[in-house]
């Protein structure tokens, strides 16, 4: 492990060549009193978590993988809104880095922080929040972008669901250069959400919103509920309209048509 510290980032940087997951390391930093903006980075993670307990494919030299530590002044209920800034930025930087390339691309996002290229995934993103009597103590945002995948890399049953830069762009991208670069912009974007009060969040979230109005299916709590994507609400919860009227759900995971 190195630690170094970057002059457009406030924060402690650790790089590891492997972890088991950045997420973890940054819980463990974040319960010892690390500062805000701590960051872990890793090459490898052995164990990289997504979202419902599945695996994050995280092969050295592939994807960034890291965890950022926040100290948010925030209520529980606007913990959301750090997930959909967060989508935000990535969405932001992925476009940004391929404005000067010849293939660039359009990013959209899946409620709540799924981020797609072409309706595959490209980047995922995993909050983990640690409470102190009642209040929230600390975030950790935990990224991963796929950056250099070829489609052979992904697993089989991931292979049309999902991206990389490097699929879509036809480049093969600097790992620790973009990391740091993603960096920057990570704690710009956050930052200005976060001492806004996520003022334009929701308006620029709409904007990249994908199946507005459309029938799509919803699994909460394992159930599968269908209806119509509507909006999203103040505190960025969806709202899908059902033959039971408008249902306002806090977790759970979009699917389309079905
Ligand atoms: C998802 O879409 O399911 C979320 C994926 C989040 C993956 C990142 S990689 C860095 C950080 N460490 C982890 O173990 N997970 C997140």
Redesign the pocket.
């Known amino acids: 492990m190195q630690e170094r510290k970057k002059s457009e980032y406030p924060g402690r940087v650790y790089w590891y060549k492997q972890v088991e997951?950045?997420?973890?390391t940054a819980r463990n930093l974040a319960g010892q009193g690390a500062g805000e903006w701590t960051a872990v980075v890793a090459f490898q993670?052995t164990a990289?978590?997504?979202?419902?307990r599945?695996r994050?494919l995280?092969s050295p030299g592939k994807g960034i993988?890291?965890?950022v530590v926040l100290r948010p002044r925030v209520q529980p209920t606007e913990v959301n809104l750090i997930n959909l800034s967060t989508a935000l930025v990535v969405a932001d930087f992925l476009e940004k880095l391929t404005n000067a390339v010849e293939n660039p691309i359009t990013v959209g996002l899946k409620w709540p922080n799924?981020v797609l290229v072409n309706h595959r995934?490209i980047a995922?993103?995993?909050l983990e929040t640690g409470y102190r009597q009642q209040q929230v103590d600390f975030v950790v945002v935990?990224?991963?972008i796929n950056l250099n995948h070829a489609e052979a890399d992904f697993p089989e049953e991931l292979r049309h669901q999902a991206t990389s830069l490097f699929m879509e762009t036809g480049k093969e991208w600097d790992v620790p250069a973009t990391t740091t670069n993603f960096l920057s912009d990570f704690y710009r974007g956050m930052h200005r959400y976060l001492s806004t009060r996520f003022a334009h969040v929701l308006d620029l979230y709409r904007q990249r919103l994908l199946f507005r109005n459309e029938t799509i299916q919803v699994v909460v709590n394992n159930s599968p509920l269908k209806g119509i994507l509507k909006d999203v609400d103040e505190q960025g919860f969806l709202l899908l309209q059902t033959d039971h009227g408008i249902l306002r759900i806090t977790s759970g995971e979009v699917g389309v048509g079905g």
Not at 48 to 52: L, Q, T
């Open positions: 997951s950045t997420n973890t993670q990289g978590r997504g979202r419902y599945r994050w995280s993988y890291l965890s799924d995934k995922g993103i995993l935990g990224i991963g």
